[in-house]
């Protein structure tokens, strides 16, 4: 019912910046929370932010102060802005939608950020 893609990725060096989008698709009026996350081969998935309905936003602690996530309602896109960037922020960063009243998963197909000297 729902189709995101991401895009935005890429390889930028440290100190960077880097804005991630998650265009979502379909049925969008059923979307409540639009979270990113990001991925290293093999570890665990992490949070990274999330943006709800009304607007309100939350953290991993190692992205406050450094990114941002946003959203453009007249284009069913939410961003990730990343700044100061580090090499330990290279993964794929996904985006994930919750979707109804029972929370439903949708996932995006990822972006791979690379961040190297």
Known sequence: QVQLVESGGGLVQPGGSL???CAASGNVFGINVINWYRQVPGQQRKL???????GSTNYADFAKGRFTISRD????????QMNSLKLEDTAVYYCNAEYGLTSLDYWGQGTQVTVSS
């Open 19 to 21: 804005r991630l989008s």
């Open 73 to 80: 309602n007249a284009k069913n896109t939410v961003y990730l």
């Open 48 to 54: 990274v932010a999330r943006i709800t309905r009304g």
